[in-house]
Nanobody
Framework: QVQLVESGGGLVQAGGSLRLSCVASGSIFSINAMGWYRQGPGNQRELVAAITSGGMTNYADSVKGRFTISRDDAKNTVYLQMNDLKPEDTAVYYC???????????????WGQGTQVTVSS
């Protein structure tokens, strides 16, 4: 079994910062890309940021220059540093990882349960 557990969400004023963490645990052979998605009220889930196993990153245009994604492979953890938060960043943030549970199994997508981020104006 594999679990992705997010933490670090909460309520913050506009202009503030939060740091999200996501730890992958369980039967893990290797982790490829990891990323953060979000889903606001009435919206579809969208990609916020992603990072490959080689460290290449990709960001949504709306968060470029404000958010930074990073990972610690020794801890199977991905982070999202969010600065200069805006009310439109309010959403449930989900962690995603493409990983293999065995050398004999194909890569599959795994998701965390989500953590709420609320930015007040």
């Amino acid at each position: 079994q594999v679990q992705l557990v997010e933490s670090g969400g909460g309520l913050v004023q506009a202009g503030g910062s939060l740091r999200l963490s996501c730890v992958a645990s369980g039967s893990i052979f290797s982790i490829n890309a990891m990323g953060w998605y979000r889903q606001g009220p009435g919206n579809q889930r969208e990609l916020v940021a992603a990072i490959t196993s080689g460290g290449m990153t990709n960001y949504a245009d709306s968060v470029k220059g404000r958010f930074t994604i990073s990972r610690d492979d020794a801890k199977n953890t991905v982070y999202l540093q969010m600065n200069d938060l805006k009310p439109e960043d309010t959403a449930v943030y989900y962690c995603n990882a493409g990983l293999r549970t065995s050398v004999f199994r194909r890569e599959a997508d795994y998701w965390g349960q989500g953590t709420q981020v609320t930015v007040s104006s």
